[in-house]
Nanobody, 129 residues
């Protein structure tokens, strides 16, 4: 069974940066797709980014392309989300999740939350002046 623990959230001014971490146990991040998702106030949960398996190919939602970067540290079994040029509309609880059903593969819809089975507890990101 997987366990995912997010950290790194906080309060930041518009234009600022944060780096989120997702420590994964139970699944190797090199073999299973790990995604970052967020849920803002009154909004549905949406996909932000995903890192593929063996080649580590990154996927991004259009709203964060060019500002967010996903990466992983295989030795630490950890996935990161570097968030730059943050905007107030990035305010949300950010979650990481693992697609546990596809070893060395990714979902066709990589940013669909329904494709991911195990979730962390979330970390709050607030962008405000």
């Amino acid at each position: 069974q997987a366990q995912l623990v997010e950290s790194g959230g906080g309060l930041v001014q518009p234009g600022g940066s944060l780096r989120l971490s997702c420590v994964v146990s139970g699944f190797t991040v090199d073999y299973y797709a790990i995604g970052w998702f967020r849920q803002g106030p009154g909004k549905e949960r949406e996909g932000v980014s995903c890192i593929s398996t063996a080649d580590g190919y990154p996927y991004y939602a259009d709203s964060v392309k060019g500002r967010f970067t996903i990466s992983r540290d295989s030795a630490k079994n950890t996935v990161y989300l570097q968030m730059n040029s943050l905007k107030p509309e990035d305010t949300a609880i950010y979650y990481c999740a693992v697609d546990s059903t596809r070893r060395l593969n990714v979902p066709v819809t990589v940013l669909d939350p329904h494709e991911y089975e195990y979730w962390g507890q979330g970390t709050q990101v607030t962008v405000s002046s």
